[in-house]
C-alpha cells in the first residue's frame, strides 16, 4: 500500500515536500511515479524514479523546479518541489510500477496510493 503526504496550501514560490511510504510491500525494485490531476483534468505525469534511483525523469512544465528522490532503506520516495506556481494545484498521487525504466503513463503503474492536496496561492 501506498500513501503519500506533505500536501498543503502555499504561496506562489513557495515550496513544498511530498512524500510516499510504502507498507506491505518493498518498492525497492519498483519505479515509482508521481502523478498530479487537477478538478475536472486527467492524471498527468510529473516525476518518476527508476528503482535504484540511477535514472530520474520530469515533466516539462516541472522541470528545474522539482526533484524526486528516493531512499529504499526507508521505503520511501520524495518529491522536492521549489518555487511553486497556481498552476501546480492539484492532487498528487504516487504510483509504483514494476518496470527497471521510468515510465510516463498512468497505464504503467500497477499499485496507487491516495494522494495528498497541494494547493498553491497567487
Known amino acids: 500500500q501506498l500513501q503519500a503526504s506533505g500536501g498543503g496550501t502555499v504561496q506562489a514560490e513557495g515550496s513544498l515536500r511530498l512524500s510516499c511510504a510504502a507498507s506491505?510491500?518493498?518498492?525497492?525494485?519498483?519505479?515509482i511515479g508521481w502523478f498530479r490531476q487537477a478538478p475536472g483534468r486527467e492524471r498527468e505525469f510529473v516525476a518518476a524514479?527508476?528503482?535504484?534511483?540511477?535514472?530520474?525523469s520530469y515533466a516539462n512544465s516541472v522541470k528545474g523546479r522539482f526533484t524526486i528522490s528516493r531512499d529504499n532503506a526507508k521505503n520511501a520516495v520524495y518529491l522536492q518541489m521549489n518555487n511553486l506556481k497556481p498552476e501546480d494545484t492539484a492532487g498528487y498521487f504516487c504510483?509504483?510500477?514494476?518496470?527497471?525504466?521510468?515510465?510516463?503513463?498512468?497505464?504503467?503503474?500497477?499499485?496507487w496510493g491516495q494522494g495528498t492536496q497541494v494547493t498553491v496561492s497567487s
Open positions: 504510483a509504483a510500477g514494476r518496470s527497471i525504466t521510468v515510465k510516463f503513463t498512468v497505464q504503467d503503474y500497477d499499485y
Open positions: 524514479i527508476s528503482p535504484y534511483g540511477a535514472t530520474t
Open positions: 506491505g510491500r518493498t518498492i525497492s525494485e519498483y519505479t
